[in-house]
């Protein structure tokens, strides 16, 4: 290279050189080759959960579960013989927080792929920074703009191994008009959560399409505690049942908050329901006469291992959470294999390549046109005095029809 002089631009070239090697070493040290497709002794995967905040329950137990899922893997011999070290680091369940933790994921400790958490307003708020840094970002964020934005272009860097909020609110919609029965219907939501606003609209559509009708719709916002006047309204709108699609801290207020009210129609509501809700709730009489679906069945056969492995570690059942994180650190696995390398852009090349992969949640298969799974059904459980019964898996008319 030469300046305006002629001269070469020895000093230019010798920083270009010391800047490429200290990137390299450091990519080197921290679990990934420079080179494309180059073997690795250690893959470093970054984990954000909420370790500490209001969804503390679940992030811990999807870092057990991709914990477990870790551990199995590097038993076996790794990838490629490569262990997997995995980063986890506190969201506290916030936003910004998360933001900072993924930017240090990726800049300082170098991760080639982050597990993400199951909250959807961090999937969505830091899906322009994975895209910007092209590291994959794989979660349970179901609200579909974490992984298409609103103007239908898939984001390069998302990816979500459970269904989206539009599949839920469909499934959920269906099985209560037409598999229960319930023609009115009340809906009470916390308006400051995009996972729980997403389900609401595509479970009104369902619903009114099947011949329900929606008769009164309440909200809630982030901080408030006491939903008694708006319970007080659905109580008196005489609704068949109540949609309650929210996250768990709100559920358990709702259970006993109804109960206190006298408030007996059925809930029917999301993911959330599932253990350990009955137990946090602590009150049989609460805890009843409520439907949501779940990704498993407790009786499936894949559940097993993780299960007994689980119970071993920590003395106690897994919650579907845990199954979740270990589907992740899978998924992430198999895109490594998939890609033909443990680097960034190779694992984003792989994602896009999982198809027919037997989690503990399902056989995940992952679209390559929205970076969301496709084929997922959900199995429906009611809760009966504070006791889980599996219905089975249900799959609504309008899916049926699509396949």
């Known amino acids: 290279m030469y300046d305006s002089h002629g001269r070469i631009e020895m000093r230019k070239y010798s920083v270009m050189v010391l800047v490429s090697v200290l990137v390299g070493g450091m990519a080197l040290l921290a679990g990934y080759s420079p080179v494309m497709g180059a073997p690795a002794r250690e893959i470093v995967i970054g984990n954000l959960q909420d370790l500490s905040g209001p969804t503390s329950v679940w992030g811990n137990a999807v870092t057990r579960g991709a914990e477990l899922a870790a551990e199995k893997i590097n038993g076996q011999g790794g990838i490629n013989g490569a262990r997997i070290k995995l980063i986890t680091l506190d969201t506290k369940g916030d936003v910004q927080e998360a933001m900072k933790a993924f930017n ?12 993400g958490p199951p909250i959807s307003n961090i999937g969505i708020g830091l899906a322009p920074v994975a895209d910007a840094k092209k590291v994959a970002f794989v979660g349970s964020f179901a609200d579909p703009r974490a992984t298409v934005g609103e103007d239908g272009k898939v984001h390069p860097s998302m990816f979500l191994i459970q269904p989206t909020t539009v599949q839920y609110g469909e499934i959920m919609a269906g099985y209560a008009v037409e598999k229960l029965g319930f023609k009115k219907i ?51 709108s005489n609704a068949d049942c109540v949609f309650a699609p929210n996250y768990i801290q709100g559920l358990v207020i709702t259970a006993k908050q109804s109960e206190q009210l006298g408030l007996t129609m059925p809930f029917v509501g999301a993911l959330d329901y599932a253990a350990p809700f009955a137990s946090l709730v602590n009150d049989p009489k609460a805890a009843n006469n409520i439907y949501f679906a779940n990704n498993y069945s407790d009786s499936e056969p894949q559940l097993t291992e993780v299960r007994k492995a689980y119970r071993a570690k920590y003395n106690q059942d897994p919650i579907n959470k845990v199954y979740l994180g270990y589907d992740k650190m899978l998924v992430v696995a198999e895109g490594i294999k998939k890609g033909g390398g443990a680097t960034p852009d190779k694992i984003m090349e792989g994602l896009n ?47 049926k029809q699509q396949h």
């Open 104 to 115: 240090r994921l990726a800049d300082q400790e170098r991760a080639v792929a982050v597990l």
């Open 186 to 236: 009340a809906i009470l939501y916390d308006q400051s959560n995009a996972y729980a606003v997403s389900l609401v609209a595509p479970f009104k559509a369902y619903a009114e399409a099947a011949g329900a009708r929606i008769v009164d719709e309440e909200v809630y916002g982030k901080t408030d505690r006491d939903y008694r006047t708006q319970l007080s309204k659905i109580k008196a």
């Open 353 to 399: 390549k999982v198809s027919g992969l037997q989690g503990t949640t399902g056989v995940i298969t992952i679209s390559p046109r929205t970076h969301q799974p496709v084929g997922l059904s959900m199995v429906m459980y009611h809760i009966d005095h504070g006791t889980y019964k599996d219905l089975g898996r249900y799959i609504p008319a309008k899916h």
